[in-house]
């Protein structure tokens, strides 16, 4: 198991950027295959990018070309990186992780949750 904390949330005009950052515990953070996660109000939560231990990355549609993941394993900390934001951004975003070796998981994988940083995009 690994313990995920998220900061970096907040609130930003239609355009700006934010960048979210996921804090990891434990020693083998590069065992770990990382990944957003936002719900928005009334919706289900949906997939929004991922990054492999050897920093493979793959996103959902709607972020792709404004949204970045990365991560630093010297920090244990993953990041998105949230350009050109919209309105329809809005939500709950959460970190989680699963123990994968592989370069993309599906995403009923993961199995370690942050409790989440609210981004709110005004138009």
């Known amino acids: 198991q690994v313990q995920l904390v998220e900061s970096g949330g907040g609130l930003v005009q239609a355009g700006g950027s934010l960048r979210l950052s996921c804090a990891a515990s434990g020693r083998t953070f590069t065992n770990y295959h990382m990944g957003w996660f936002r719900q928005a109000p009334g919706k289900e939560r949906e997939f929004v990018a991922g990054?492999?231990?050897?920093?493979?990355?793959y996103y959902e549609d709607s972020v792709k070309g404004r949204f970045t993941i990365s991560r630093d394993n010297a920090k244990n900390t993953v990041y998105l990186q949230m350009n050109s934001l919209k309105p329809e951004d809005t939500a709950i975003y959460f970190c989680?992780?699963?123990?994968?070796?592989?370069?993309?998981?599906?995403?009923?994988?993961?199995?370690?949750w942050g409790q989440g940083t609210q981004v709110t995009v005004s138009s």
């Open positions: 990054i492999s231990g050897r920093s493979d990355t």
């Open positions: 989680a992780a699963v123990r994968s070796g592989l370069a993309r998981v599906t995403t009923t994988r993961y199995d370690n």
